[in-house]
Nanobody, 126 residues
């Protein structure tokens, strides 16, 4: 099992930027896919982005493509989500999650992910 702790959320004006971090401990982080999901009040948990174990493969939801960048540093057991040009509709709780895989095919289904962080709130004001 992997323990995940997100940080970096906060309140930002539209057009601003935030960088989320996901610090991992426990099971080998480097052999896992890391995904970011978000959930707004009254809505389902949506896929945002994912990165393969090596960082060589990434995936993004259409709504964030070109604005968000996912990355990871296995030496630091940390993944990141750089969020630029933020919009009010990006407001949500952001969760990082992992599942063990050495594949470059990345799941966008939250049911594929085994371990989850507690989430960090991102609020974008207009």
């Amino acid at each position: 099992q992997v323990q995940l702790v997100e940080s970096g959320g906060g309140l930002v004006q539209a057009g601003g930027s935030l960088r989320l971090s996901c610090a991992a401990s426990g099971r080998t982080f480097s052999g896992s896919v890391v995904g970011w999901f978000r959930q707004a009040p009254g809505k389902e948990r949506d896929f945002v982005s994912a990165v393969s174990w090596s960082g060589g493969s990434t995936a993004y939801a259409d709504s964030v493509k070109g604005r968000f960048t996912i990355s990871r540093n296995n030496a630091k057991n940390t993944a990141y989500l750089q969020m630029n040009s933020l919009k009010p509709e990006d407001t949500a709780i952001y969760y990082c999650a992992t599942y063990e895989s050495l594949s470059f095919i990345l799941s966008r289904n939250f049911r594929s992910y085994d371990d989850w962080g507690q989430g960090t709130q991102v609020t974008v004001s207009s």
